[in-house]
C-alpha cells in the first residue's frame, strides 16, 4: 500500500487484513475498521452530533459516506497490488430511522472482475436492525508505472 503505511489489523489474536490508518474524512467521522479480509470488512461508527440531519436521526449522507469508505476498503482488499479503486457507482435504499449510537457496517463483494468489483454494504442501527443497504460499483484502476 502507498501513502501512509498500512498496519496489520488484529482481532482476537487473529491477523486480518493490512488496513491504512484511518485519516481524513474517515477519522473526522470516527469509523473504525473492527475486521477486514478479502471477503468480509466490518466497521462501526458511534453516530454523534456530527453526523445527524435537523430532526436528530442519522442523516442519510452519514449512511453513505460511512458505506462508501466500508465498500471502498473491501474493495481494495480484491485488487492487484499494482492498482486502485474508486467508487463510479451507488445506489443506497434506507429502511428505518436510527438514533445516535453505536452503527455496525458489514460490506461484502458480489462481484470482483479485473475491470470492475461491486460490494454491499449492510448498515445495522445501535438496535441491531438493518437500518440501510448500499450497493456500489468500484473501478480497478491500473497505476501508471513509475518512472
Known amino acids: 500500500m502507498e501513502g501512509a503505511a498500512a498496519h496489520q489489523l488484529t482481532i482476537s489474536g487473529k491477523h486480518m487484513a493490512a488496513i491504512r490508518p484511518r485519516t481524513n474524512m474517515p477519522e473526522h467521522f470516527g ?11 466490518i ?3 458511534d453516530a454523534d452530533e456530527r453526523h445527524l440531519n435537523n430532526r436528530g ?7 453513505m459516506a460511512f458505506a462508501d469508505d466500508i ?7 480484491n485488487i492487484p497490488p499494482e492498482s486502485t479503486t474508486t467508487t463510479v457507482e ?4 434506507f429502511f428505518r430511522a436510527t438514533p445516535p449510537g453505536r452503527l455496525t457496517a458489514v460490506s461484502v463483494p458480489l462481484h470482483v472482475g479485473r475491470r470492475t468489483i461491486v460490494v454491499q454494504t449492510s448498515i445495522y442501527g445501535p438496535d441491531g436492525k438493518l437500518a440501510a443497504l448500499v450497493s456500489q460499483t468500484q473501478l480497478v484502476i491500473p497505476r ?3 518512472g
Open 90 to 93: 451507488s445506489k443506497s435504499n
Open 43 to 45: 466497521g462501526e461508527i
Open 71 to 77: 465498500g471502498g476498503t473491501t474493495a481494495g482488499l
Open 31 to 41: 469509523i473504525r475498521i473492527v475486521s477486514a479480509d478479502k471477503d468480509k470488512v
Open 144 to 146: 501508471a508505472p513509475k
Open 57 to 63: 436521526i442519522v442523516h442519510g449522507g452519514a449512511y
